[in-house]
């Protein structure tokens, strides 16, 4: 055998302390973009938090210094000090140089928790290039610091003189300070805004805390302080803040109930319904935002719809329904935020996506189910409102169905399925394929002349769509301007839409670089966001990026796409260039299809940006407030942010 197939012991290599952290990052935190650097400071944040909902920490700080060093603060109890009896270090140095070392397996110190797995703060050690830790804790301050995840020396006592925090005595709780390896992370630059949306989050799931983040980094610094005496119930009057309601009391139920093991399961929910068609809902698990959903959420909308469909059954609006509400009926215009606190989570996946306790279950629907059926009983006029709002639901599900039939039964007749307009390509992978939504005949020609006919397809819009902020679902898939794109996608739309079914992996949204091309931009966004959720989710909608200048001099051509890129290439050009010209695109059509192909199309010269939906929350306040009915909130937003467009040529 040759030396190169030897497979022996020696080939064995073992990964000691944090060095598995290191050499696989993704494995703890996801990623090492910019995601992943704000994962460390979500993982700090939370031990803090597991302290607040054990009733021992009201106040949080996360500071964004400069040189991208960040600093979390807490008033809690504080990191032990004290020396482990079988470890032969202080706590402090376990928790933070051991993977798997805490204080939340034994359900002790912490009955209910966001971190479970005790390698938060190790892996925020690990990835750093240097972290530091101070603990306050009976008068005293407590420090030790480490370099790559490596404790420098061990925990010491010092005297709070030249500490890089304001000190009181008294002063009594954790700060944990890092700067991110730059060798890890692909940025460590962090954003202000993506982490106070969590830190939001975080402080409306836990009322009474409160929670400020500060930016340092700037010449007068930026502070937000986050503070919710509500708690869910100020979540989702902060979500319905734009939207008309159907009732003004925000409906709230908390209890708690046996989980079979000596625990006791924390239920909170918080509902409130409007004049809109779109379900928004939230659900977390001991404040870790369980996007798909769970046990718990199961047995929410059990109990949502089986108590609705008994009121039903003794009210005035039976009559005009020959069959039950479904789920999708009675979650209609329905805002609400669901939490749990479970002793034991188990979730489904690496990501806690998705709980997974069957026990959870029972104890969310019959809770809710009992509390929801007082309030409606003490509260007629509410109920009777849902029940009418839900029952026009139900009538417009079974027109949509009715609507879809007849366009599966015209699709069955035409052998493509297809629309007229829409220029396939010939791939059959939809890994491969793309699909451009062009505004526009003149500009769908182009694009056309311009493709790359084996990957791109093309489908040209004309005029302007629906806004579907306001409107039914058998509105949307019967509308002639939207029916074209859901087709070719061919995936369904709304409750139907299944994402492993689209035709094209990449969605381009291609529309003029002016105010109506902007309108239209909104408009697809709106739709997509609203009724085919998953593309915007699983990052397959893009915008194009068409340039906005042509400038030719010397026989030459040059593409800007803004007026930065114009002026750098007219003064580039010279004095002595002969013939200087700039044309300003007013359209794509305007574009020759090669020109077209080169600035906008072309993988390998193109620019379009991706669509991320980074906070659902913010997400769904901004499609309220720029295509909702109400007025006034919209003209605030545009005069708010008028300074970001001021300069745009129209």
Known sequence: MSKENDYSAQNI?????????????????GTTGIDGLHHLVFEVVDNSVDEAMQGFCTNILVVLESNDIVRVEDNGRGIPIDIHPTEKVSALELVMTKLHAGGKFDKKSYKVSGGLHGVGVSVVNALSEWCEAYVHIDGKVYNQRYKIGIAEGPAKEIQPVGLPYSYSPGRQGTVIRWKADSSVFETTTHSYDALSNRLRELAFLNKGLKITIRDERLTSPKVHEFMFEGGVKSFVEYLNENKTVLHKEVVYIDGNREDGTGGNVEVEVALQYNDGFNEIMFSFVNDINTREGGTHLVGFKSAL?????????????????????????????????LSVKVPNPQFEGQTKGKLGNSEVKGIVESLVNEQLELFFDKHPDVINNIL??????????????????????????????LPGKLADCSEKDPAKCELFIVEGDSAGGSAKGGRDRRTQAILPLWGKMLNVEKQRIEKVITNEKLQPIIASIGAGCGNNFDVSKIRYHKIIIMADADVDGSHIRTLLLTFFYRYMTPLVEQGHIYIAMPPLYKVSYDRKSFYAYNDEEKDRILSESGKNAEKVSVQRYKGLGEMNPDQLCDTTMDPNKRNIIKVHLDDTVEAERIFTTLMGEVVQPRREFIEENALLVQNLDV
Request: no cysteine; hydrophobic share 40%; net charge positive.
């Open 13 to 29: 290599t073992v990964l000691k302390g944090l060095e598995a952290v290191r050499m696989r990052p993704g494995m703890y935190i």
């Open 388 to 417: 009418e709002k839900s029952v026009l639901a139900a009538k417009a599900r079974i027109a949509a169905r009715q609507a879809r039939d007849a366009t599966r039964r015209k699709n069955a007749m035409d052998s493509a399925g």
């Open 305 to 337: 719809t089986r108590t609705l469909n008994e009121f039903l059954k003794k009210s005035k609006h039976s009559k005009k329904l020959d069959e039950s509400l479904s789920g999708d009926d009675v979650r209609e215009g329905l805002t609400a935020v």
